[in-house]
């Protein structure tokens, strides 16, 4: 287990400092001088010219540049926005409980209701629930999630004005500064009457765009999986034994079927960021994807830099972490 | 789509009719094949089933409702949008553009895939590790988020869109075509093929590709959906094709701020998203069950 813990960690270096060359690359090849962007078109003396680009480096050799360039990334610095003029860390950091929040809501809920729903079709198959179901299915993650949520925006908060349009709560009536960062447990830090409630009020119709997708590939995978398990000897057997249907299926045939889906939930984290980045835009939801948006539109290249870096870093992490984990629950894996 | 019609007629007779067999079986695959048609044929032919060009702005005419709602206008069927441009005109042109799109994703990313993914089955050693790892590193990021990337670099244009999307699925169409490659690799006929003097170009594309296409056109004829959607996505955000081109995404992005007072404008384009992809992801499903009974689903 050792070793292979240790060859997954290897194997994840290269493909760092090739992410790291890529954005370095990236921002290079953007059309306009750094320079030229920063001080304005016109209107610089040369010795000022020559002092801003020894400022930033770029009177350096390239290679130069980037080992400069990893230094900074190995200490931490991501550059500094060009709008804000704060740090792209900092403000990654700032802004990415929301996106995390409302990436957990979205799984949570593709989860919870793909898994039963899933079950329930496998073991009705034929019946009119599994076929409209597997309609739904298809229908799921054919979506385009950012239609949806204009849809369900027109429907369920302008049609019946059931829930808010934009934002994570009330800012009009609940005012409390960030602890966590996680809106659900600030507001219910807060000790503000109704701050929860409206929480939790903004983040139904989001989290059912997020989870859509998701929530159609769960219910799908776990069908077919549940389906082949339940026709194993195994399932059988604890019928034979005369126990009821309700035990054969949830603890003895669920158990193993589980196994290809806890898969497919890993697999869905890069899906869930990249949804992440439409359904803030459409809610207005202050996470780093309505972010990363928002930097294209004002140009700021180092805040999309090191977005990008920081997001593809993460979702690296989490496929190691999903396959570490994979390894520790199927043994076949880490011998193959 | 041209390929996937084409395969089944260069494996013998048989096989044609047996995968027809398979394939009609399945209710939803043939009505999505049916659906798609009916697509297809109005991307190729919009210059004369549509009624009005898809940037010809009447005056006057603007954010009417569709036909049969109260204020409709019977000359524009589906209603006119913002600029007075009529919806229906738009839909069946943006259906062109979403198809060309698909399809060129999908030619461009088979095309490289197949041959960079043979490339490192054959070769092995360094080059095959570079060449996978650079796949992997592809599909660490975020599609979505790659795709901004590519656009950020390159500018927003609907060629740009076509270079994004390929990108991001490339690493599909490589890992695919190499993990078959390499399952054919210990058999007897590549063996023999290689005894009888066969050239290692000639091995790749002659001998070992054929064996690897039913799992290929499958990815494939999914590819063109998800291609369909990823690019809608970049029109929705304002980085893929740019106005006045009708572009079902970028329709969509032009309509939200008409959400409250004209639903049609927001609604129709995005179904017309939805009834595509849905259309080829039902058939892209037969194709795999009547392809490849080893991928079947139960």
Redesign the interface.
Known sequence: MIKFILRRLFLTIPTFIALMFVTFIAIRLVPGDPVEVRTGEHGISPERLAYFRHELGLDQPVWKQFFDYVWHLLHGDFGVSLSSNEKVLTEFLTLFPATLELSFAGILFAVLLGIPAGVFAAVKRGSWFDHTLMGAAVAGFSMPIFWWGLLLIMLVSEGWGLTPVAGRIDMIKFYFEPTTGFMLIDSLLSDQKGAFLSTLHHLILPMIVLGTVPLAVIARMTRSSMLEVLSEDYVRTARAKGLSEFRVISLHALRNALIPVVTVVGLQVGGLLAGAVLTETIFSWPGVGKWLIDSIGRRDYPALQGGILLISSLVIVINLLVDLLYGAINPRIRHG | MANINTTPQSQPPGQLSAFWSAFSQNR?AVGGLIILLIIIVLALFAEWIAPYSAIEQFRGMTKLPPAWAEGGDKHFWLGTDALGRDMLSRLIYGARISLFIGLSVMSVSVVIGITLGLVAAFMGGAVDSVLM??M??I???????LA??VV??L?PSLTNTIVAVSVVYLPNYVRLVRGSALAEFGKDYIIAAKVAGVGPIRLMFVTVLPNCLAPLIVQAALGV?NAI?EA??LG????GAQPPTPEW?AM?ADA?EF??SN?WI??L??LA??IS??SI??FG?GLRDALDPKLR??
């Open positions: 939803g790892r650079v992997d590193l599909m660490s990021i975020p599609s979505l988020v901004i990337l950020s670099i500018g959906s959607l809608a996505a929705f955000l304002g980085l995404g969509l939200r959400i409250r639903p927001v609604t384009p995005g998203i939805l992809v849905v992801n039902l499903d689903r139960s």
